[in-house]
């Protein structure tokens, strides 16, 4: 059996796939001794089909799950893998093992990986299931259910606000209904209350949860925008003083300008301010805000600016620059 989880909700598609693995423990193997993780991004053929091969007579049922396999900077192991799992799936290679490919795509390269014949034949497979990010409407279903199963509640406007502080990134969503609900159980303990629902309400949200939308990281963008680099320095050094971390800084950042560079490509277009909401499913607010932002920004500047913080980011998890130094240049070089 083969089973492709992929796309840009990587909160859902690790619901999912934790779900797959709980199950095979639980029914097939509870020592988990059958279970394998194998990092598609850095393997090889040989040890995918290591993993993935036949059992022998003295092992069990295998769950084999190869994560992030279409990161790989090899074309050749695409088409390996391609030749490989057609065989399996035509019957060639015989077993029952199920692999499971999990792959953390965005919507940019979603575009480019249809072309390829590997990824084409996995999302064919009757078991895929592409997780793309959640409409507004869709965040806030789903925020309500998950405030519910943590065993509070809220009323509609209160998951109106946090959704629309915090878009559809469902591991912040997650992690910030976390904290309000544990806030919210400090404050019920403290006043010596023992029984009853927690509630949370609009004021909580306002009081407690820093939005993705953070106004000092447009003021940043602004100020790049503007080519006011003074500016983007001293706010980009109170940023650093604040005590954010090096990945919450980059991330912020690099989220910010490829959701600038994503309008900026949709304006070009000639889609309506209406149409890049729905097309990009972004809340109103931060597209307004783009599209202020991106009248100073030539599509290609973006690119660039985008290119330069996807290298920031590999020099960081290699270990081979500091974050703070490397953004430091970015902002002067521009």
Do not use: C
């Amino acid at each position: 059996m083969i089973i492709f989880l992929y796309g840009e909700d990587t909160f859902r598609s690790r619901a999912k796939l934790n779900e797959l693995k709980e199950k095979f423990i639980r029914e097939v193997d509870p020592s988990g001794n059958s279970l394998m993780v194998v990092d598609g991004g850095a393997a090889t053929m040989e040890r995918i089909s290591e993993a993935a091969g036949p059992s022998s007579l003295f092992s069990r049922k295998r769950m084999v799950i190869i994560e992030n396999l279409f990161s790989s900077k090899s074309q050749v192991i695409f088409e390996q893998a391609l030749d490989y799992f057609r065989k399996k799936e035509g019957g060639k290679i015989k077993d029952d093992n199920i692999v499971i490919f999990w792959d953390s795509i965005s919507k940019e390269e979603k575009l480019t990986k249809a072309k390829n014949e590997l990824f084409k034949f996995l999302a064919k497979q009757k078991f895929s299931a592409a997780f793309d990010p959640l409409s507004n409407t869709e965040a806030m279903a789903w925020a309500k259910k998950e405030i519910e199963k943590k065993g509070a509640s809220a009323g509609r406007e209160a998951i109106a606000t946090l959704t629309s502080l915090l878009g559809s990134d469902l591991w912040f969503v997650s992690s910030e209904i976390e904290k309000i609900i544990n806030y919210k159980a400090a404050q019920k303990l403290s006043l010596g209350a023992k029984d009853g629902n927690l509630t949370i309400e609009t004021k909580d949200i306002l009081n407690l949860v820093r939005g993705q939308f953070d106004e000092n990281i447009f003021a940043l963008t602004d100020a790049i925008s503007n080519k006011n680099k003074a500016l983007a320095m001293k706010l980009f050094e109170e940023q650093t003083e604040a005590g954010l971390t090096d990945f919450y800084l980059l991330s912020m950042i690099t989220r910010q300008f490829r959701v600038l560079l994503q309008i900026r490509q949709a304006l070009d277009s000639g889609l309506t301010q209406r149409k890049i909401i729905n097309l990009l499913k972004l809340h109103p607010y931060v597209v307004q805000k783009g599209i202020n932002q991106t009248r100073n920004f030539s599509l290609d500047l973006l690119k660039n600016i985008f290119s330069r913080l996807a290298e920031i980011d590999y020099l960081m998890k290699t270990g081979e620059g500091d974050v703070k130094t490397l953004l430091s240049m970015m902002i002067v070089q521009l």
